[in-house]
């Protein structure tokens, strides 16, 4: 009889440990992606982090060591500006380009500081990453 529990309870014993353990790494993955979310939290779509790193990567060079610096780049940028300004910067900044004086309106003072928010992350970036 005894040799005859022993199995029994060996493998209750084992299906108490899997189920003790299965809740546990539940818990800590539970735990690890609230962290992990929290700590990566940006709204910067992932077009938008593309298109820079395409950019930056046909001004200093196709290499894989660019490509790290200029995703560091960007990383930086939205680290330190939210997605909506760097939004307004880059429309002023692409109104500008059509030159005249329609477009005239956008050297103005509120414009101007949005894009020298965005000039100031972009040398952060280039500091930090190159």
Do not use: H, W
């Not at 329609?102 to 003072?109: D, G, R």
């Amino acid at each position: 009889m005894k040799t005859g529990r022993f199995p029994a309870v060996l493998l209750t014993a084992g299906a108490v440990l899997v189920a003790l353990g299965a809740a546990a790494i539940g818990e800590e993955c539970a735990t690890k992606t609230t962290d992990i979310t929290q700590a990566l939290v940006n709204d910067y779509p992932t077009n938008v982090r593309g298109d820079y790193i395409y950019g930056c990567m046909l001004v200093n060079g196709q290499s894989r060591d660019v490509l790290d610096k200029c995703a560091c780049s960007i990383d930086v940028i939205a680290a330190s500006l939210p997605y909506k300004e760097y939004e307004e910067a880059e429309t002023v900044m692409s109104v500008r380009q059509r030159g005249g004086e329609s477009v005239a309106y956008m050297y103005a003072p509120a414009y101007r500081a949005k894009v020298e928010n965005l000039k100031r992350a972009q040398v952060e970036g280039e500091i930090r990453c190159f």
